[in-house]
């Protein structure tokens, strides 16, 4: 295993306002461009669309195609079902309310549609707890559309919600049309953007996302067994949701935890049920027997050093806060290359502790850690010499910099 290194100092030419990228203080942190034979690890799955992300350690282990958007299927529910765990925890729902089956949520996700349904009666009122579950263990298409309809007045003012929130939520390839999943050509996700998202359940709504771990739900006396087929016999499963159309394929996204580590996957475009369930189990015991664990940084190591403007010193030291660890497969010697990112110069003054950037560490072709870093200590602003002469750096490297652009 290779950790690249550049000088201890580099800046980025443009002005304050440019993506600037700072080398390290100890020669292990660099700008990263990754070489030009660089490859993935070789394939543990066939699935096309494919994630492995190690929750514990903040860690990509597996990605192929993660980031292109493509139709997510009952997966793209885990929006719909954000958003009411959301208001549930903001006080805004509770689980007794309830919510009325209109005439549009029958006929298009009820019993006359064809889609999979929890067989809610028309204009039953019923409740939220029981709508959940109508849509993680039934994956029912008028449990969904209900709960849109009964939170934002209908499913369109609902989506609206979803789309404003998958952007709060950092999720950059994904775009919803409906609450249910079903097909429409606008309606995409990325592998990736659905594995962050499972993880924000996971974090944010525990005591909700119990219920994706229940076996079967019984409403209107029809019993139907949860479709994730890894809660029947993978050790230590516990979520989430699987999805099917034709434009699609077969898709799952699982969570599992295991030896004190949590795995989530995301497959999709597989050909069968059976090969989903195949290439799920395959891959998630690829991702917890064939990685070792290797410390980067110490939580109070300096990782890097950010530039600043107007300070009584030029420059500040970058921390993580926590250990820095890489998951690499056993044997690997790949290439791993770390670098800081930040908008910089920083204004003086810079306090202890100040969310500067992002430590970025690729294992070969792969970006594998992302995570925030901070400003090791204060720097005060500095005398009227040093800002000036922080100017007149800074008017120069600016002009440098709009000069190369034309260029």
């Known amino acids: 295993m290779f950790l690249s290194s550049l000088p201890r100092r580099a800046r980025g030419l443009c002005a304050a306002s440019a993506l600037a990228v700072a080398a390290s ?3 292990v942190v660099g700008a990263f461009a990754a070489p030009k034979d660089a490859k993935p690890p070789a394939a543990p799955t066939s699935a096309p669309f494919a994630y492995l992300y190690d929750v514990t350690s903040d860690a990509t282990l597996y990605a192929a195609k993660a980031d292109m958007p493509t139709p997510p299927a009952s997966m793209a529910t885990l929006m719909t079902l954000e958003l009411v765990f959301k208001a549930l925890k903001e006080g805004r729902l509770s689980r007794d309310q309830t919510f009325r089956v209109t005439e549009d ?19 039953s ?20 559309i209900t709960l849109a309809t009964g939170l934002a007045g209908s499913e369109q003012s609902f989506v609206g919600l979803m789309n404003q929130r998958a952007k709060e939520l950092g999720l ?35 005591e909700y996302y119990r219920i994706f771990a229940e ?9 139907q067994r949860n479709r994730n087929p890894l809660l029947a016999d993978y050790q230590g499963a516990d979520g989430l949701k699987t999805g099917y159309t034709e434009d699609s394929g077969f898709g799952l996204v699982g969570s599992v935890t295991r030896d004190s580590r949590r795995l989530i996957i995301v497959i999709n475009g597989v050909e069968t049920a059976k090969q989903r369930a195949e290439e799920a189990r395959k891959l998630l015991d690829w991702g917890f027997n064939a990685f070792e664990q290797r410390r980067l940084f110490e939580g109070d190591d300096a990782v890097a050093e950010a530039r600043v403007f107007g300070g009584s010193a030029m420059h500040v030291a970058l921390v993580a806060q926590k250990p820095v ?37 690729w294992r070969g072709a792969m ?21 000036a002469i922080d100017g007149a750096l800074e008017l120069v490297s600016g002009f440098v910099g709009q000069v190369a652009e034309k260029i």
Not at 175 to 193: H, I, L, Y
Request: hydrophobic content about 40%; charged content about 25%.
């Open 215 to 223: 076996p079967e739900f019984t409403w209107s006396k029809i019993t």
């Open 367 to 387: 970006l594998t850690v992302e995570t925030p870093v901070y400003a090791a200590n204060d720097v005060p602003v500095g005398d009227l010499t040093r800002r």
């Open 125 to 144: 009122e019923v409740a939220v707890a029981d709508l959940l579950r109508g849509v993680i263990v039934q994956s029912g298409t008028d449990a969904a």
């Open 25 to 27: 203080l100890a020669p």
């Open 105 to 123: 949520a029958w006929r298009r996700g009820g019993a006359p549609s064809r889609n999979s349904t929890m067989f809610a009666k028309l204009n």
């Open 325 to 361: 660890d890489l998951l690499a497969p056993k044997g690997d010697d790949a290439r791993v290359v770390a670098r800081v990112t930040y908008d910089g110069p920083i204004a003086a003054p810079v306090a202890k502790g100040q969310r500067i950037g992002t430590l970025k560490v």
């Open 172 to 206: 950059v390839y994904s775009t919803f049309r409906n609450a249910t999943g079903q097909p429409d050509p606008e309606q995409k996700m990325s592998a990736r953007d659905v594995a962050k998202l499972a993880a924000h359940l996971i974090d944010t709504y525990p």
